[in-house]
């Protein structure tokens, strides 16, 4: 999964996402539900960054639809 980061004020920028979740391995899960129906998620999780600060990876452990 890639995802927009969110601190790219021109949102160009991606990176990818590992998903840790338990709950993805559920049917109709929220992951599953966004991309099927084209919706927003809020992610819960922790980053690794570059040296630059920048986003490297996400390690999502929890997913909200909004």
């Not at 969110?6 to 991606?14: H, V, Y």
Request: charged residues 30%.
């Amino acid at each position: 999964m890639f995802v927009y980061d969110p601190e790219d004020e021109e949102e160009k920028r991606t990176f990818s996402v590992t998903i840790s979740d338990p709950a993805f391995d559920q049917p109709h899960n929220a992951y599953i539900t966004a991309l099927a129906e084209d919706r927003p998620i809020t992610l819960t999780g922790k980053t690794t960054r570059l040296p630059d600060g920048r986003i490297k990876n996400f390690y999502a452990i929890d997913a909200r639809l909004e």
